[in-house]
Antibody, heavy 121, light 110 residues
């Protein structure tokens, strides 16, 4: 059974940093592209970033480019999102999502339950 | 990277059909056949319902179907049932190799 478990969320002041993690199990992690998708409270889904199976291809939404960095450790079956210079508008539930292929990745077939990031002073 | 346009709400009586539209541009919906749809219940993670415009994952009811014409994709739910009441989001791969979601549509019973 595919499982994606996010962690690392919490309350952080504007301008500070936070690192999210996603622990994957139930599939061969290094065969698949992975993504982060977020959802602000009461709002819709927003794609944040994606990374190919071998980290050779990475993409970001314009809203986070230059501030967020996606990475993965295939030996640890883990996906990460380093978030710097956080803003109030980054407040959201952050989901880790798996793709059905390594690259490119056209949709998301499994999702975690999310980790909440709140940016506030 | 503007969100794809969906109607905020859609409704139907039990057993009826409901169709949700998802309008983008030639850089996303119109530029690929890589439109997907997700169902989300309150406080739950999204679930994949349709991929590649009109393909259904294993385990998804055949009451759900997808289509696309030009820059607009559509999700149709036939034979509406109580468990279909949820939020639905479309998503498209873009010509910039990024992804964009729709604004979301809440489906309810009349």
């Amino acid at each position: 059974e595919v499982q994606l478990v996010e962690s690392g969320g919490g309350l952080v002041q504007p301008g500070r940093s936070l690192r999210l993690s996603c622990a994957a199990s139930g599939f061969t992690f290094d065969d698949y592209a992975m993504h982060w998708v977020r959802q602000a409270p009461g709002k819709g889904l927003e794609w944040v970033s994606g990374i190919s199976w071998n980290s050779g291809s990475i993409g970001y939404a314009d809203s986070v480019k230059g501030r967020f960095t996606i990475s993965r450790d295939n030996a640890k079956n883990s996906l990460y999102l380093q978030m710097n210079s956080l803003r109030a508008e980054d407040t959201a539930l952050y989901y880790c999502a798996k793709c059905p292929g390594g690259y490119p990745s056209y949709y998301f077939d499994y999702w975690g339950q999310g980790t909440l990031v709140t940016v506030s002073s | 990277q503007s969100a794809l346009t969906q109607p905020p709400s859609a409704s139907g009586s039990p057993g009826q059909s409901v169709t949700i539209s998802c309008t983008g541009t030639s850089s996303d919906v119109g530029g690929h056949n890589f439109v997907s749809w997700y169902q989300q219940y309150p406080d739950k993670a999204p679930k994949l319902m349709i991929y590649d415009v009109n393909s259904r994952p294993s385990g998804v009811s055949d009451r759900f179907s997808g289509s696309k014409s030009g820059n607009t994709a559509s999700l149709t739910i036939s034979g509406l049932q109580s468990e279909d009441e949820a939020d639905y989001y479309c998503s498209s791969y873009t010509t910039s190799s990024t992804h964009v979601f729709g604004s979301g549509t809440r489906v309810t019973f009349l």
